[in-house]
């Protein structure tokens, strides 16, 4: 299955899937909003107002399996997302990323290798994956901030990608 066609839900609950983004660049994290990496959301939303119009997109998907650590609804998080840290891109529903009821979305990204070869598990929350307008996925975990150089030369390749195509 190409991973643009798995369905999943907006915090607003609207049908959504990547190929609404199939032309650019997305950033898929799966975030919490009360997480020692929550201060990530600053650097997400900084990648979004720079690359935003140039054709990438962050997309958060706020997930409750680590310590409980997004334990709102999504008006919670929406609010404590954009008070907080000015939250500007789009918010998914609450999913599950690892598990036996793990998102369809995320039973594909798993099994994504990152730099050291190892799929499998999302290890904890702000776990990301820079999917290319060609539809490859790039995977870093969640220590990788997100102004990493690693991460932001994922995004200037796809960037250039959807340039040149």
Partial sequence: M???DIPFTTIDGDAA??????????LIVNVASRCGLTPQY???EA?????????????????????GQEPGDGDDIKAFCSMT???????MEKVKVNGRHRHPLYVELTKVTDRRGRAGRVKW????FVVQPNGEVQRFRPE?????PSVIAAIERGLELAAAA
């Fill in 2 to 4: 190409d991973i643009r």
């Fill in 125 to 128: 929350n702000f776990e990301k």
């Fill in 85 to 91: 840290y000015g939250v500007t891109f789009p918010l």
């Fill in 42 to 44: 600053e650097q997400l």
């Fill in 17 to 26: 899937s990547l190929a609404e983004y199939a032309d650019q660049v997305v």
């Fill in 144 to 148: 990788t901030l997100p102004d990493d």
């Fill in 47 to 67: 990648l979004q107002r720079e690359y935003g119009p140039r054709g990438f997109t962050v997309l958060g998907f706020p997930c409750n399996q680590f310590a």
